[in-house]
C-alpha cells in the first residue's frame, strides 16, 4: 500500500509558485550589477559545495559555452587567480567553510567577489562586492551548523519550510533558474545565436 502524499504535479505547482514569488521579490539593480559584473570580468571562476556546487558547475558550462573564460574552483585544470577576475559564489548560508576560504583567497589576491546567497548578512557577504539575494534567509534555525561540511558529516539539514522543499531545495532551484536566466540575458546582450553555442558543446565524451 503506498503511502498517503501529496500529488506530485501538486507539489511541483508549489515550488514553481514560489520561485516565481522569489523572482518578483528579486532586487532587480543587483541583479543587474551581476550581469555587469560577469560582462567586464577577465576570467570567471564558480565556487560553490553540494547541491549549490553543483548549479555553480552548470553555470560555469553555460558561461564556456557562450565563450566566457569560466573555470571552477577545485578543479585540476583551474589557473591561477588573478587581479581583474571574479569569484561567483553560491551558498545559501554564505558560511560554508571552504567557499569562505575561496572568497578570503580572491579578495586577498585582489579579484572581485559576487555571492548568490539566501542570507546576505554572512561572512561572504560582508566581503563580496556584489550580492543577489535569492530567497529568504533559510537558515533560521541556530541549532543547526550553517557550514555545510559539518551539516553533511553529522547528518544535520535545514529546510525552506517544515512542509516541503527539503534540504534547501528552494534556494538551489531558484540559483539554477536565476544563473540560466543571467545567461538568457548574457545570450542576448552578446547577440549569440543557437549555433555559436553549439560549436562550443563537448564532442569527445
Not at 560554508?96 to 546576505?120: N, Y
Request: aromatic residues 6%.
Amino acid at each position: 500500500m503506498q503511502p498517503e502524499c501529496s500529488s506530485i504535479a501538486d507539489l511541483m505547482l508549489q515550488m514553481a509558485s514560489s520561485i516565481e514569488d522569489t523572482a518578483r521579490a528579486m532586487n532587480q539593480g543587483n541583479a543587474g550589477r551581476f550581469l555587469n559584473e560577469i560582462l567586464d570580468a577577465k576570467r570567471i571562476y564558480l565556487a560553490g559545495a553540494g547541491r549549490s556546487g553543483l548549479v555553480a558547475r552548470a553555470f560555469a558550462q553555460r558561461l564556456m559555452h557562450l565563450g566566457f573564460e569560466s573555470y571552477v574552483i577545485g578543479e585540476t585544470i583551474t589557473p591561477a587567480f588573478g587581479p581583474g577576475d571574479v569569484l561567483v559564489a553560491f551558498s545559501g548560508s554564505g558560511e560554508t567553510r571552504s567557499v569562505v576560504d575561496a572568497c578570503e583567497t580572491a579578495r586577498e589576491i585582489g579579484g572581485k567577489i559576487c555571492l548568490i546567497t539566501s542570507t546576505p548578512d554572512s561572512h561572504i557577504g560582508r566581503m563580496a562586492d556584489c550580492i543577489v539575494e535569492i530567497g529568504n534567509n533559510r537558515l533560521k534555525d541556530t541549532d543547526i551548523p550553517s557550514d555545510f561540511e559539518i551539516r553533511q558529516l553529522t547528518g544535520q539539514y535545514r529546510s525552506v519550510s517544515s512542509s516541503f522543499a527539503p534540504l534547501g531545495t528552494l534556494f538551489e532551484t531558484a540559483a539554477l533558474v536565476f544563473s540560466d536566466a543571467i545567461i538568457s540575458a548574457l545570450m542576448e546582450v552578446k547577440h549569440c545565436t543557437i549555433e555559436e553555442l553549439k560549436g562550443r558543446l563537448a564532442n569527445v565524451q
